[in-house]
Each structure stands twice: as C-alpha cells, then as structure tokens.
C-alpha cells in the first residue's frame, strides 16, 4: 500500500490548538484529550492512505494547488498533496466559521 507523510502547517496547528483551547473549556481535560486522539487518528489513517480519494474543497479555484477537504464531524480538514506528502492546511469548523 502507499503511505503519505503527513504534515501540520503551522496554520492548522494553530487552528487545533485553539479547538482543544476551546474543548477544555467546555468539555474538561478526559474528553478533549480522547477527542484529540480520535480526531488526529482519522486524519493520519485517511490521509496516510487514500488523500486523492478526497472531494476538491470549493474553495480550491482560490488557490495555485489542488486544495481537497475531509470532512470529520463538525471540521473541515483542508489540504494539498505534494508527491508523497500530505499538507494540511486548515482545520475549519463546519458551523461557526471557526472552531470554537
């Protein structure tokens, strides 16, 4: 099977951070620590495996790359391929237009 590496932009990791920020806040420290895990697993798992089976996001005629999307619950994953690896770019929440 191919394997993609993959990697956090400084911007998605910004964007995580501030939605275990937020879960901390509201669902305490055991829930968003098994969130976290679930979450990064789903991503590594897909993406690690079948990126290209991913739909284009639509904001992709604003960019130079293909820009693709998964979808994992309420967060939008935006990403690129690059050869052999994975760059996420953006973890956007579904609802709020962020993710808190």
């Known amino acids: ?38 979450f990064r697993e789903t ?5 690690g495996s079948f990126p290209r089976s991913q739909p284009i996001a639509p904001e992709n005629s ?6 693709h999307q998964l979808i994992i619950g309420r967060y939008r994953v935006l990403f690129t391929i690059q050869k ?3 760059v996420i770019l953006h973890i956007r929440g579904l609802f709020s237009g962020n993710l808190s």
């Open 84 to 86: 052999k690896t994975v």
């Open 62 to 67: 604003e960019f130079d790359v293909d820009v």
């Open 43 to 47: 991503i590594l798992d897909l993406l």
């Open 1 to 38: 099977m191919n394997r993609f590496t993959v990697i956090f932009s400084d911007n998605a990791v910004v964007n995580l951070n501030s939605s275990i920020e937020w879960g901390l806040e509201n669902w305490g420290e055991e829930a968003t620590f098994q969130w976290y895990l679930e």
